[in-house]
């Protein structure tokens, strides 16, 4: 009876315990829960880097400080980075959390294991007693039920509660390694997409950075042409003034000479009816040419200031193109290793370190 009942059943329950504690081990959890934490860790760059580049963006002047595309695709960036931290976060705190239950179903089965294989010891032990065992003996009242005892039941729903706990902790561990696999792929597709339509909006920017700098430059070039027109005709209208203004000192002297003539000489002659037209001709043609001098010297201040409001804004343009040169070259840590990176802008001398066009030549120049 002893063979097939106690024996029997410890033996059966041992080997279950045996097959849990054989069964998927702890490291690949452990593996799991580092991938997280290293995604979490790698998270820090890019974070870094849109931190930077919103720092360089607040460094624009003037009418360039605007909330534009840019500035909504990097603060977007910030939220799905920190989006993604929260997530990773979560899984690890749950991959520790499952890791604890992991360790104590672990210690429980191996304390259960540990007692089975006791017991199983002591019944081979008493099976292989017989009437001629040297240590048989008789015992006090050997038929006492011992305190702490369990009934089979007991045993039983002991054991089989440690096999599905286990079970059932493995399982859900399998699915939380399952989950947080697909968070750190779900995770970097979501940072790489937005890394990629911030990007594409930086490029978009600068496009449209030139192309209005650009235009800035043929208005100044022209405003400058302008200026320059306007300067000869000035110099042009200034000689002229200066002309009849001795051309009318000539009639004034003609007329006060000629008010000198003696006796009936003193009398209005041709001569003297044709220098007063010619002095009231001249003292017309002075005050128009005064009038267009007045209208030129106001057009060339115009033109002055008009050309001061384009040569800051040149100036804005090309500080701003420089700053998002600057963030477009400080993202390349996203895609190129830290070990091969290489500035192309150097941050103390603000030189670039590869060859640049005239465009952003003259961009660093205003910087």
């Known amino acids: 009876m002893l063979r097939w009942t106690p024996c029997h059943r410890q033996g059966a329950r041992a080997g279950c ?41 607040d460094s624009r002047r003037d009418v360039d400080v605007v909330r534009d595309c840019v500035e909504d695709e990097l603060h977007k960036e910030l939220e799905v980075i920190e989006a993604t931290r929260k997530a990773l976060q979560q899984k690890i705190s749950q991959a520790f959390e499952k890791l604890c239950l992991l360790q104590e179903v672990r210690q429980q089965l191996n304390s259960d294991h540990h007692g089975k294989m006791e017991a199983l010891d002591i019944d081979r032990g008493c099976l292989s007693l017989n009437i001629k065992s040297p240590n048989i003996s008789l015992k006090i009242n050997p038929t006492r039920v011992p305190n702490g005892s369990s009934t ?31 968070t750190i792929a779900e995770t970097n597709n979501e940072l ?26 043929w208005q100044e070039k022209n405003t400058l042409e302008e200026i320059a027109e306007l300067q000869q005709d000035i110099r042009q209208l200034e000689e002229d003034l200066r002309r009849k203004f001795l051309n009318l000192k000539l ?28 002095v009231h ?41 420089l700053l998002d040169t600057k963030c477009m070259d400080t993202r390349r840590k ?19 370190n590869r060859t640049l066009s ?3 030549s003259c961009q660093l120049e205003l910087a």
């Not at 267009?292 to 193109?321: E, F, G, P």
């Open 152 to 182: 089979l039941q007991q045993w039983d729903d002991f054991s089989q509660f440690n096999k599905n706990r286990a079970e059932a902790e493995m399982k859900e561990a399998i699915e939380l390694r399952e989950a947080i696999a697909l």
């Open 17 to 57: 315990q045996e097959t849990l504690l054989q069964g998927p081990p702890l490291p690949p959890h452990f593996e799991m829960k580092e991938s997280a934490e290293q995604n979490l860790q790698a998270k820090n760059l890019p974070l870094d880097v849109a931190v930077e580049c919103l720092a360089l963006r």
């Open 281 to 321: 001709q001249l003292e017309a043609t002075i005050a128009a040419l005064k009038q267009k001098l007045a209208q030129a010297q106001d057009a060339l201040d115009a033109l002055y200031k008009h050309l001061a409001r384009l040569q800051a804004d040149i100036t804005c343009k090309a500080n701003s193109m």
């Open 358 to 360: 005239p465009l952003k």
């Open 192 to 217: 790489e997409a937005q890394r990629v339509a911030t990007e594409f909006a930086f490029r978009k920017q600068l496009r449209e950075m030139e192309k209005v700098y650009s235009e800035l430059k």
């Open 251 to 278: 009639c004034h002297t003609r007329l006060e000479s000629r008010t000198y003539r003696p006796n009936v000489e003193l009398c209005r002659d041709q001569a003297q009816y044709g220098l007063t037209d010619e």
């Open 334 to 352: 996203l895609t190129v290793p830290a070990e091969k990176f290489v500035p192309a802008v150097d941050t103390f001398t603000r030189t670039t």
